[in-house]
């Protein structure tokens, strides 16, 4: 069997599968031992599903020896565990959806399903996606492919990790304040979080309605640009689920960004962002100047209030979301002989620290008395920020912004500093908030070998605009990428 | 009564009603009543993970209907709202409804009647939202069923316009028949599919100020309701006149022992945190639909008495006796086609069918014939192939037997005889019998004819068709 | 040590609301960070937001509409697969008192 098939591109396994060069069997086999290799040291995965992977590479096989080979058939993928998948166990990283086996597909699933793509497993995440440092697990911290002593961001961390570490081609992620973005800069892979309502969220468990989103983590720019052509597009199941059609958006990347105006926000290079992020950051701008591009100075004045209008808006969303974990018709139950009992015991035992803080956080910004001085307040600043964003797109096609003020921090250093923890999401927030694209590619590491990645924002289905900038940039710039993560 | 000179009630209806659709209001499970417990259950209506609701289009045209229906402004644009609170019967922890900005607002609702009873009460708002499951209480737990966790509902909210449990009883009748002349409610308030809470309160007579109200729910029939408000008014005027306060609180009707009780759980002591559903957008109604909707509105109760009126000659009190029920008012309806006399059948209709249903207590369908066979017995009295009286004879045979008006008519010779050589025979056979009598008349006394009349419909068994004996007689004594 | 935005009550408040038990240690711990966080969320007053419109969703407006068909066939068992307590095809929990 060829050595290193999972070092592979999803476009380039597609071609090689398409040339029968390769088979789906060995490709996905492939990624099952590099799975079995590295998962003690990384734990990126809750459940691996080696005989369902290899079911489907099978499937996929006999299809594209049928001459049938969409983009994704045969290609092995790992999905993050808030996707329902039927028949195999979603627990969201919550002791209490622990043993929950969905009876049916979030739509994004079976979209990949019917084009015969393989999963092979089901990756670590923040307990019901809220955190940035997959730490919050009710199953353990996912380890920075780069530094096992570092966390892999959050709260899709297993999805970035897993592919950093080549344990999969490609993988899912999902995005409310930063979740795809964080990770993957962490992680020193390419993220893409699309436009709100751009991907379906239905069988997504929700943190936050009106900020989740879906999108993919990949090895490179063009791979992200195959995953969502794949994933986007309408759904009738999600009411908010825009009915616009997909462009190939493989075909926006031209590599060329003459002429694109690039705007640079004032407000994103504050004191207290790392010096070599910083630089990297400014690195990438220079390249862009040189590759044609127009860099212009803009302003999102609102940005230092994002992340508090965030913590306002996403918990009090979480906080009816999460209603429904009582342990009545599914999730272990705790003895209780009255119904009060039930609830609060059952619910005491099944959430960890930090989905607590935000069921009570978004409890409180909801009740009697406060509504208005916190979760409608929030709202307005909401208003505000999305403003900020449309003067800005006058000037520019895309914003280029650093990702995370730092590189990936150390296990255990902000667990005890909620607040920290959140601010690491500052530069991504405003993003979700004003339901934007965000890609995040790789452009620089830091004195300790750790990724550094820069963040590309488009204006609402502006995705080709950054997918196209990312790719030019990836292609043109030599990035001195240290020995292979682990 | 229990309100006195002193004091007034002050009384708001929070009415809920499912809607008659075929699926739920956000998924596309079978709304139909009576399936076993969660056969009619799917991801979405039992709040597994990740599912997300998508409106039904029925649900939004009814509910544009009634508010049309009630005089309602339809909002050109209107918003979901997530009111939470944990109950079993609830899956998703919160309800799906609508609070700041309703489907429709403000409107009325006029109740019949000439003088006393003609009012107008004004409506606070209509709009649509999710139904919950059902708890069922037994032994060693409570079971729960979400066959209901979904189904549409309209909540119809007045303005505290009413003031008596009669007004209360009247208003809920009439907004009962609107909804079933829509074909929104089935109106079954002993199934749940239509519910009543009341808002109830009392105040001393010419003030301006509302005293404090409670909340009664579990009015599951419109006896209930009258009763439980009457109750509550009277014990909310002793706990004033003993100087005492009244609490604004939830109480349950306790139909057993016709009377109120707060609720034990302070689960419902709770604060509901509205805030807009982020799963569903704006919801956006066009002029053009409410036109379409407008275009295809049913004929409401308040026309149609104007039209019987109008069109049959029928008194104002005869079209509110028909359209008060709106089958009754549909079968009425059924049994004119080929009757001249309008008027005729609907006074068929008031005294013999109401009757029929009455005696039978059971539903109109089951206690009367078919509209097309009681129209057929009446054309029959019209072309007086039969008496009136045989008419009434055979309809209570056809409530039973459940036979068509012929076959009846036939089974028991209820037919006239009009046949003049018949009548012709039986006038001879007098004549020739009492000479005496007949001499007498033709010596002027006309008072006899009666006499004769009355021997030859006897010698007929009563089935001669009368006009024709007077007919063949006068000939015959005229010699 | 952010200002007080909240007391120990309101804490326990949201508990009962969230239907969340906490024991006396957690109700500090969640007192600590909720006030932590409240004071790092007060910068949000230094904005005038007297004359802004709330942005509550970021899709399009005009929910889409369902026809009014069944789509859904009766499947208990899978619907009850996950439950942790049953009786026959319905959910059982403790004893409701209203
Ligand atoms: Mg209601
Ligand atoms: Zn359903």
Redesign the interface.
């Known amino acids: 069997m060829k050595p290193d098939l999972y070092r592979l591109t999803v476009a380039e396994a597609r071609d090689s599968l398409r040339k029968r060069e390769i088979s789906s069997v060995e490709l996905t086999r492939a990624c099952l031992e590099r799975i079995a290799t590295v998962e003690p040291k990384i734990h990126a995965f809750i459940t691996v599903s080696e005989r369902e992977a290899l079911d489907q590479a099978r499937a996929a096989d006999a299809r594209i020896a049928a001459g049938e080979v969409p983009a994704l058939c045969g290609i092995p993928l790992a999905i993050k565990d808030i996707y329902c998948t039927r028949g195999v166990r979603t627990t969201c990283a919550s002791r209490i959806l622990e043993n929950f086996v969905p009876p049916f597909d979030a739509t994004v699933i079976a979209k990949l399903r019917a084009e015969g793509a393989v999963f092979v497993g089901k990756t670590n995440l923040d307990e019901f996606a809220m955190g940035s440092s997959t730490e919050n697990s009710a199953f353990g911290p996912t380890m920075n492919p780069w530094d096992l002593t570092r966390v892999a961001g959050g709260s899709s961390g297993g999805s970035a990790a897993a592919v950093a570490a080549d344990e999969c081609l490609a993988s899912l992620g999902t995005d409310t304040g930063g979740s795809i973005r964080e990770p993957a800069s962490f992680c020193g892979v390419v993220g893409i979080k699309p436009t709100y309502s751009r991907v379906s969220r239905y069988g997504v468990v929700a943190y936050a309605s009106s900020l989740d989103q879906v999108g993919p983590f990949t090895k490179t720019v063009r791979d992200a640009a195959i995953l969502l052509r794949s994933l986007a597009g309408v759904d009738p199941r999600d009411s908010t689920c825009s009915a616009r059609p997909v462009p190939d958006y493989e075909l926006a990347l031209s590599g060329d960004v003459r002429g694109m105006r690039l705007g640079v926000p004032r407000e994103f290079f504050v004191e207290g962002m790392a010096a070599d992020v910083e630089r990297s950051i400014r690195g990438a701008l220079a390249h862009y100047q040189k590759s044609g591009a127009q860099i212009v100075d803009i302003s999102l004045p609102h940005t230092e209030y994002a992340v508090g209008a965030y913590y306002l808006i996403a918990t009090a969303e979480a906080s009816a979301n999460l209603a429904r974990y009582d342990g009545i018709r599914y999730g272990p139950r705790a003895e209780a002989s009255s119904l009060a009992e039930l609830y609060s015991a059952t619910r005491a035992h099944g959430f960890g620290a930090e989905v607590k803080r935000r069921i009570m956080l978004g409890t409180f910004a909801l009740s009697a008395g406060y509504y208005d001085a916190y979760y409608l307040k929030a709202q307005k600043v909401r208003t505000l920020i999305r403003r900020d964003f449309e003067q800005a797109f006058m000037k520019c096609d895309a914003i280029v912004t650093p990702t995370v003020p730092t590189t990936a921090f150390k296990l255990g250093e902000k667990t005890e500093d909620p607040l920290q923890m959140y601010l690491s999401d500052i530069f991504t927030i405003s993003v979700n908030l004003a339901g934007l694209p965000g890609l995040v590619v790789p452009c620089g590491f830091d004195g300790n070998r750790l990724p550094i990645g820069m963040q590309l924002i488009g204006p609402p289905f502006g995705e080709e605009a950054i997918l196209r900038a990312g790719d030019a940039f990836e292609h043109s710039f030599a990035l001195k990428r240290p020995a292979q993560a682990i | 009564m229990t309100i006195n000179e002193t004091y007034e009630a002050v009384i708001g209806l929070e009415v809920h009603t499912q809607l008659l659709t075929r699926s739920k209001i956000f998924c596309g499970c079978s709304a139909s009543f009576g399936a076993p417990p969660n056969h009619n259950v799917c991801p979405v209506c039992m709040a597994m993970p990740g599912v997300l609701p998508v409106l039904n289009r029925r649900v939004l045209e009814l509910g544009i209907r009634a508010g049309l229906a009630a005089h309602c402004e339809i909002a050109a644009l209107s918003i979901f709202a997530r009111k939470s609170y944990f109950y079993p019967d609830l899956p998703k922890g919160y309800q799906i409804s609508q609070y700041e900005l309703p489907l429709c607002k403000g409107g009325y609702i006029d109740l019949p009647g000439d003088g006393e009873g003609a009012r107008r009460v004004r409506l606070e708002r209509i709009h649509i939202e999710e139904d919950a499951g059902k708890n069922i209480h037994a032994a060693g737990g409570s079971l729960v069923d979400l066959n209901r966790s979904g189904v549409a509902l309209l909540e119809i909210v007045s303005k505290p316009d009413l003031r008596s449990p009669d007004d209360a009883g009247a208003y809920l009748r009439e907004l009962r028949t609107m909804l079933l002349y829509l074909g929104a409610s089935d109106g079954k308030m002993e199934e749940g599919s239509f519910r009543c809470d009341a808002n109830v309160s009392v105040r001393k007579r010419g003030d301006e100020k509302l005293g404090v109200r409670t909340e009664v729910k579990n009015l599951n029939s419109f006896r209930n309701v009258e009763k439980a408000i009457a109750y509550e008014i009277g014990r909310q005027i002793e706990v004033i006149e003993s100087a005492g306060r009244v609490l604004q609180e939830t109480l349950l009707w306790d139909a057993d022992r016709e009377a109120t009780r707060p609720m034990r759980s302070k689960e419902f002591a709770n604060d509901y945190r509205y805030f807009p559903e982020p799963d569903l957008p704006p919801l956006m109604v066009s002029q053009e639909m409410i036109k379409e909707i407008r275009a295809s509105m049913p004929e409401l109760p308040g026309e149609r008495r104007a039209r019987y009126v109008r069109d049959f000659g029928l008194t104002a009190y005869e079209a509110d006796v028909l359209t008060a029920e709106h089958e009754v008012a549909e079968y009425f309806e059924a049994v004119l086609p080929g009757l001249a006399n309008k008027k005729a059948a609907a006074n068929w209709v008031m005294t013999e069918v109401l009757r029929a249903v009455r005696e039978s207590a059971k539903p109109l369908a089951d206690s009367a014939p078919a509209p097309a066979e009681t129209g057929a017995l009446l054309r029959m009295v019209e072309n007086s192939t039969i008496s009136l009286n045989a008419a009434k004879t055979a309809f209570s045979a056809m409530c039973k037997s459940g036979k068509g008006a012929e076959a009846t008519i036939a089974e028991l010779g209820l037919a006239q005889v009009s046949d003049e050589g018949a009548i012709g025979a039986a006038c001879d056979q007098l004549i020739a019998a009492d000479p005496a009598k007949v001499a007498e008349y033709r010596g002027g006394r006309d008072k006899l004819f009666g006499f004769f009349m009355g021997q030859v419909m006897k010698a007929m068994g009563g089935k001669a068709n009368p006009k024709v004996i007077t007919d063949v007689l006068k000939k015959k004594l005229a010699g | 040590m952010a200002s007080e935005k909240?007391t120990l009550d309101?804490?326990r408040?949201?508990?009962m609301?969230?239907?969340?038990?906490?024991d006396a240690a957690?109700e500090q711990?969640?007192l600590t960070?909720?006030n932590?966080?409240?004071g790092?969320?007060e910068?949000?007053?230094q904005?005038d937001?007297s004359q802004?419109?709330?942005?509550?969703?970021?899709?399009?407006?005009?929910?889409?509409?369902?026809?009014?068909?069944?789509?859904?066939a009766?499947?208990?068992e899978?619907?009850?697969?996950?439950?942790?307590?049953r009786?026959?095809?319905?959910?059982?929990?403790?004893?409701?008192?209203?």
């Open positions: 909240i309101t804490v408040r949201m508990a609301l969230a239907r969340l038990r906490l957690e711990r969640m960070d909720l932590q966080i409240l790092y969320i910068k949000l007053d904005l937001t802004v419109e709330p942005t509550a969703q970021v899709a399009e407006a005009g929910t889409p509409l369902r026809d009014d068909v069944v789509t859904n009766p499947a208990p899978e619907m009850l697969a996950n439950a942790p307590a009786e026959g095809t319905f959910f059982k929990v403790p004893k409701i008192i209203e």
